[in-house]
Structure formats: C-alpha cells, structure tokens
C-alpha cells in the first residue's frame, strides 16, 4: 500500500498508471460494467428531477437501484476480467453526478443545509484541477481507494434514508438519525480522501522533479 504523500505503484516496473490495470485493452468499450456505469450516469438528473418535484418513492427506488449497479459494475468487472480504460473513468465520473444531482436535489428541499453540499462540491471541483497535472506528468487519473469507494457508498446510502426520514411517520422517526450517521461518515471520508488524493499527486510532482 501506498504511503501517504508517496506516489503509489501501478503495475510492475513502476509503470504510469494508463488505466485500472496494466493488462487492460486500451479502446474495450462495450462491457456489461460500462453499460451500467452508463445507465447510472443517464439516470442522474432523472433521478434530480423526481426529487425537486417531490416524488420521493420513485427517487428512493432509482437511488437504490443506482447503489447496486455501482456495486455490481465492480463485482461484474473483477469476476470476468472486463476492466477498461473507460471503466475506470466512466464508473467515478457516474457516482460524482449522481452525488451532485442528491447535493442539489436535497438542499433546494432544505432536507440537508447548503454548505454541507458546498463542502462536498469543492472537494470535487478541486481534485477536478489535478487532472491537467497528472497528465503533464504523464498519468491518468488516479484509481479509487477501497476508502474512496466506501466514502461514496456511505452517501449513496445515506441519501435515500434522509428522503425516508422527511415526515412524522415511525419510519421517518428511526430513517432520520440512520440518514444523518451515514452522511456524516460519508462526509468525512470524502474529505479524508480528497486529502489523501492530494497528497498522492504532491509525492507524484515531487518524484517527477527528482
């Protein structure tokens, strides 16, 4: 494992990272994983639109459904040996749209505040400015973490609970705290993360000036 601020290793030979894995054909487009990454990508401002027009039930079941297709895109992916290059920008590149689309959605329904969505937008906009560093560097962007990855399942599944827990109901009562736990969680990951992400293209621009 990488240590923090050190540039990790990608392959043998200490390889740049070109995509997931060194061994992955370049131009692999039309994989099961792609198409669910795609789907997923599709359905975030669908799923932003039942949310700011209050039509909870059917944003709740797309947020489910966009959870398990993240999850079985790796799954699928790893058991048949169907990374991509467009895998691997694709896949995270779905999950950041449908966070901003939750982000926006949630606060214009006051159901989470506007700073909190601020925080999380920065984050993004800011590991977004790396990107023309890296590939003066001669990387691509860099894989998602385990950590990374559990940071954006944290709030994925933090969502659909807060949209469970607006109301007087018994199930909003318990939906409600259970909503926020995650998204707390979520949120510091995500920040932890951002900061590692920063760290790992520091060690990267310092060894490239070595």
Same mark, same amino acid.
């Given at each position: 494992?990488?240590?923090?601020?050190?540039?990790?290793?990608?392959?043998?030979? !200490? #390889? #740049?990272?070109k995509s997931c894995r060194p061994d992955v054909p370049a131009?692999?487009?039309?994989?099961?994983?792609?198409?669910l990454s795609a789907l997923r990508l599709v359905?975030?401002?669908?799923?932003y639109w039942f949310v700011i027009t209050k039509q909870d039930g059917?944003?709740?079941?797309?947020?489910?459904?966009? !959870?398990?297709?993240?999850?079985?895109?790796?799954?699928?992916? #790893?058991?048949f040996n169907q990374y991509s290059r467009v895998g691997a920008l694709l896949d995270p590149l779905a999950d950041r749209f449908y966070i901003l689309a939750t982000l926006i959605g949630l606060s214009f329904r006051n159901i989470i505040p506007w700073w909190l969505a601020a925080i999380l937008i920065a984050r993004d906009l800011l590991l977004a400015f790396t990107l023309p560093v890296l590939r003066r560097?001669?990387?691509g962007p860099l894989p998602v973490s385990f950590l990374g990855k559990t940071a954006t399942f944290s709030l994925l599944y933090s969502f659909p609970i807060l949209l469970l827990g607006q109301g007087s109901s018994m199930i909003a009562k318990y939906a409600h705290p259970i909503g926020w736990?995650?998204?707390?969680?979520g949120v510091a990951l995500y920040l932890v993360t951002g900061f590692h992400y920063l760290l790992q293209v520091q060690g990267l #621009?310092?060894?490239a000036s070595d």
């Open positions: 494992m990488a240590q923090l601020g050190s540039a990790p290793d990608w392959g043998s030979g !200490g #390889r #740049r990272f131009q692999r487009i039309f994989t099961v994983p792609n198409a359905g975030a401002p669908v799923f059917i944003a709740i079941i797309l947020l489910v459904v966009a !959870g398990a297709s993240d999850y079985l895109d790796g799954k699928i992916a #790893r058991r560097l001669g990387y736990a995650f998204a707390i969680w #621009r310092a060894n």
